[in-house]
């Protein structure tokens, strides 16, 4: 009976992030919330009104608050985005207006308060002036807070966190994944996702422990439970009697004590038995995890997912700050190559302030390339602040998402009028950066060939391709049972990209997830690819597996996986192969 309870209070999902995390949960809210219509008695009124007041005066509070924390964390300038917030605050218009609804239609401050905010929404959308349209996001995240008070709420957001907490949600968007800080959350468990979603790619970046596709978790728990998360295999345990505390305790430090077991790969080069050497390098979200890329051993940066910058704010970066954060970077890695994806916005990754229209499928939509090349301005000003940064170390350029010739075609043009204008200006930049493209549509893979005659490498990514190869979404939990990296399809479509890529004079590096799993690893180099590039904490054991063997065993492997039929086949053979060429490297 006991031993029942307690399976009742496991839930499996998908581990995406390793790590054991034990802690007090606090449940972000999606703030959906569904507010109705009540016809109030005249006496209650007032109150409705005192409520209203009540509620602007809390919100005043919190956002002072915030911008107190912000300012002190971050920096003024990050804190005067709160400025605005504080002036619709005192928006007199708005206030009387809601005011006048209660006592008019003698409703609740709620209601009254919801519609007078979707009147203010409608008109700002129409708004052809840009400044006055970005006002709408701070109507809009004011209006979340005080709809919050109103109802008696918690308060959200991650700066506000007093305490270490265990996040759980139905689901985070990448942009509230960034805002997390390793000191607040202990880790998170969300109710959707899947392995390559940007959050959960995120939470590898930052080293939270993270489990999601749990589909029924936040029903199932409220503020204050205990719980924990297991990272490493996707359980999440829900007020775990003290022996399973404790159990997991002695998990977490066998963890931290394996992680440690690979650090003394770190400063070892990636070089086979045999010495065939390959590159292993990094993908970074923010410069601020340098330290990490350079503490874990990567030999320069395969992927900056460059679209954080235009996350979580309110207005574009500017030249400047593009210019600042390559610079920083390029300094950084010194003679290692950076390679600096444009900007990947769209799909799951939204820039609210631009007032995009909503799409039926964001992933195969106006994403990464193609809001580039719709939005050449926005594109110019991050490949001037690139190309200005090119001088301090090693840059190159990579399109993502490119899927024929033309689209390649243009973004070279545009590259190309603004090596021209900063030719005019006399401002230096390195006139022969590279310029390299994403792998990750099928049609790309297919016409490799063609696309090579015009770039100088190529990086897979395979979070993208295997979405898009196999049809299956890469955020949806429902079908992440499809989503197989060890599928037969996709392992012949990289073969043949790097085959295509080296007879033509390329180098073939990967970015994808699919580059940081100790099997795949071992299949890659033995495909011949030259760069892996995945999150800083996987690169020690990557260089574990490449320094465990000989070229020729891996080509071995990678071509006894071709002859098989299925992934499940495919896993099993590799896997088995992984395990006895590890175990005979240690004897
Ligand atoms: C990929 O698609 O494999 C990739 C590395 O890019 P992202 O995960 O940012 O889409
Ligand atoms: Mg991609």
């Not at 309870?5 to 992030?17: H, P, R, T, Y």
């Not at 939005?375 to 301090?392: H, M, N």
């Not at 790309?444 to 060939?449: E, F, K, M, R, V």
Request: with cysteine; net charge neutral; charged share 25%.
């Amino acid at each position: 009976m006991k031993q029942k309870q307690l399976d009742k209070k496991v839930i499996k999902g998908i581990a995406v992030s390793p790590g054991i995390g034990i802690g007090r949960v606090f449940i972000w809210d999606s703030e959906e919330y569904t507010i109705s219509r009540h016809v109030l008695p005249e006496n209650k009124l007032p109150l409705e009104i005192t409520r209203f007041e009540e509620a602007l005066i809390k919100t005043r509070t919190e956002i002072l608050e915030i911008q107190k924390k912000i300012a002190k964390e971050m920096g003024v300038e990050h804190a005067e985005i709160f400025d605005a917030h504080l002036l619709v605050l005192e928006d007199r218009m708005l206030i009387e207006e809601v005011i006048n609804k209660i006592k008019k239609e003698k409703i609740n401050v709620e209601y009254a308060f919801v519609i007078v905010l979707k009147k203010y929404t409608n008109i700002f959308l129409k708004m052809d002036d840009e400044y006055l349209r970005e006002r709408l996001v701070d109507i809009q995240d004011v209006g979340k807070r005080i709809i919050r008070n109103l109802l008696g709420k918690q308060k959200q957001g991650f700066f506000e966190l007093d305490e270490k907490v265990v996040i759980v949600a139905t689901n985070l968007s990448p942009s509230d994944t960034a805002q997390m800080h390793k000191e607040k959350v202990i880790g998170f468990a969300t109710d959707m996702g899947a392995r390559t979603s940007h959050t959960a790619i995120l939470a590898r970046s930052l080293e939270i422990p993270a489990v999601v596709g749990l589909k029924t978790l936040t029903p199932a728990v409220k503020n204050g439970d205990i719980i924990i998360i297991d990272g490493n295999n996707g359980n999440v345990i829900i007020n775990p009697p003290r022996p399973i505390i404790r159990k997991y305790q002695i998990e977490k430090k066998k963890f931290l004590d394996f992680e440690k077991g690979f650090s003394r790969f770190k400063t070892l080069p990636a070089v086979t038995k045999d010495g065939h050497p390959v590159v292993i390098g990094a993908n970074i979200e923010f410069p601020e995890e340098l330290a990490s890329v350079i503490d874990h051993g990567a030999q320069g940066i395969g992927l900056y997912r460059t679209e954080y910058m235009y996350l979580n704010r309110t207005d574009l970066p500017t030249e400047e700050e593009h210019f600042l954060a390559y610079k920083k970077v390029a300094q950084c890695m010194k003679k290692n190559t950076v390679v600096i994806r444009t900007m990947d916005i769209g799909g799951d990754k939204f820039l609210s302030h631009l007032n995009l229209p909503m799409e039926m499928n964001p992933l195969m939509g106006i994403r990464a390339i193609r809001f580039c090349l719709a939005q050449p301005e926005i594109f110019k000003t991050q490949l001037r602040g690139i190309l200005r940064a090119s001088v301090y170390g090693n840059l190159k350029i990579m399109y993502p998402m490119i899927s024929g010739i033309d689209e390649l075609r243009k973004a070279n043009e545009i590259l190309d009028e603004v090596k021209q204008e900063l030719r005019r200006k006399r401002i230096p930049f390195n006139k022969d950066i590279e310029v390299g493209i994403m792998i990750e549509v099928p049609s790309a893979a297919l016409i490799a060939d063609i696309l090579a005659k015009e770039v100088s490498f190529f990086s897979i990514g395979t979070n993208d391709l295997i979405q898009y190869a196999l049809a299956v979404d890469r955020v949806n939990e429902k079908i992440a049972y499809l989503y197989e990296p060890a599928h037969p399809a996709i392992l012949r479509l990289i073969k043949s990209i790097i085959d295509i890529g080296h007879s033509e004079g390329l180098w073939v590096g990967m970015c994808g997830e699919m580059a940081s799993e100790p099997v795949f690893v071992l299949i890659l180099l033995g495909m011949g690819l030259d760069e892996f590039s995945a999150s800083a904490v996987s690169v020690p054991e990557i260089k574990k597996v490449i320094r465990s063997v000989t070229l020729e065993q891996s080509q071995e492997v990678a071509a006894e996986v071709l002859t098989l039929q299925s992934g499940r086949e495919i896993l099993e053979h590799a896997n088995a192969r992984l395990k006895a060429l590890i175990i005979d490297n240690k004897k």
